[in-house]
């Protein structure tokens, strides 16, 4: 539902914009660092839409990168620690079963004499 309602406005905006650009078609100027040009307004505007939504998206795509790395690093963690806890536990069990064992080789020598 959230991917519908966010393509829904990604809809809409793109419709604004547009409808904007279509509007604004008169030449502007437009100033460089070394020189000027003239261009139609239009083409200014969907220009800078879309060198936003590169922006937003190397953004996006970023942040992305990082977090897949946090979560192979977090489960890499996760890994590591349920096995040293399988090891502990392991060794918690051989601990109490030695006792175990030990009473009853007893018990035996006591009951074969």
């Known amino acids: 539902m959230k991917f519908q309602w966010t393509l829904l406005l990604g809809?809409?905006?793109a419709l604004i914009v547009s409808v904007f650009a279509v509007i604004n078609v008169d030449p502007v100027t437009v100033n460089y660092?070394?020189?000027?040009a003239d261009w139609p307004?239009?083409?200014?505007?969907l220009g800078s839409v879309f060198m936003g939504g590169v922006i937003i998206g190397s953004v996006g795509l970023f942040r992305l990168f990082v977090v897949q790395r946090k979560v192979k690093a977090l489960e890499k963690e996760n890994l590591q620690l349920k096995e040293?806890?399988?090891i502990a536990l392991?060794?918690?069990?051989?601990?109490?079963d030695e006792?175990?064992?030990k009473r009853a080789?007893?018990?035996?020598?006591?009951t074969g004499e």
């Open 11 to 13: 809809i809409f905006f």
């Open 33 to 36: 660092f070394f020189g000027t």
């Open 90 to 96: 392991q060794e918690k069990n051989k601990v109490k």
């Open 84 to 86: 040293q806890a399988h």
């Open 99 to 101: 006792p175990l064992k």
């Open 41 to 45: 307004l239009i083409l200014v505007i």
């Open 105 to 110: 080789t007893d018990s035996v020598g006591e």
